[in-house]
């Protein structure tokens, strides 16, 4: 059974720093593209960020450029999400989701996680 | 950046209804379009992929058609478990279709 469980989230201050992680079980997690989603309170969904199986390519969308990065550990079957410089607008709740390609292609999201908070706050 | 718009934004239908829901992308994108439900409090799901194609285990209520800009998602005969919002995406994803009940 696939399984994707994030964890990193809580309350931030504006300006500061956080690493979410997600860590995925039940499929050959090297095999596929990785990304991130979010879904602010009461909105729509969002793509954050996505990286292909062997890291070679990344894209992020264009509200988070500069200041998030994404990350994969494929030995330890993980997936990261580091952010800096997090602004009020970045309070959401974070999706990890296994694409069904390997490459950045399709977007595709066949699993997802069930999310964790981040609260950007003062 | 590829811009998706959906429409409607909410649509109220009764149990037995045919359902359609439009995605309009700013440029082309060949077939490369999904389609999701999502429930509150819930993760999205994957119904349709590749336009067309249905993702394993969904109703084959759902059919999803359409190619370079404009899309289609049809539910055929709309059931209780189908109110929800229903995302578009291709990359970016659309504002999303609440469907509710009449």
């Known amino acids: 059974e696939v399984q994707l469980v994030e964890s990193g989230g809580g309350l931030v201050q504006p300006g500061r720093s956080l690493r979410l992680s997600c860590a995925a079980s039940?499929?050959?997690?090297?095999?596929?593209?990785m990304h991130w989603v979010r879904q602010a309170p009461g909105k729509g969904l969002e793509w954050v960020s996505g990286?292909?199986?062997?890291?070679?390519?990344?894209g992020y969308a264009d509200s988070v450029k500069g200041r998030f990065t994404i990350s994969r550990d494929n030995a330890k079957n993980s997936l990261y999400l580091q952010m800096n410089s997090l602004r009020a607008e970045d309070t959401a709740l974070y999706y990890c989701?296994?694409?069904?390609?390997?490459?950045?292609?399709?977007?595709?999201?066949?699993?997802w996680g069930q999310g964790t908070l981040v609260t950007v706050s003062s | 950046d590829i811009q998706m718009t959906q429409s409607p934004s909410t649509l109220s239908a009764s149990v037995g209804d045919r359902v359609t829901i439009t995605c309009r992308a700013s440029?082309?994108?060949?077939?490369?379009l999904a389609w999701y439900q999502q429930k509150p409090g819930k993760a999205p799901k994957l119904l349709i992929y590749?336009?067309?194609s249905l993702e394993s285990g969904v109703p084959s209520r759902f059919s999803g058609s359409g190619s370079g800009t404009e899309f289609t998602l049809t539910i055929s005969s709309l059931q209780p478990d189908d109110f929800a919002t229903y995302y578009c995406?291709?990359?970016?994803f659309g504002q999303g279709t609440k469907v509710e009940i009449k």
């Open positions: 989701a296994k694409d069904k390609l390997g490459f950045l292609e399709w977007f595709t999201f066949d699993y």
């Open positions: 039940g499929f050959t997690f090297d095999d596929y593209a």
């Open positions: 990286i292909s199986w062997n890291s070679g390519s990344i």
């Open positions: 440029q082309s994108i060949s077939s490369w």
């Open positions: 590749k336009a067309s």
């Open positions: 995406q291709r990359e970016t």
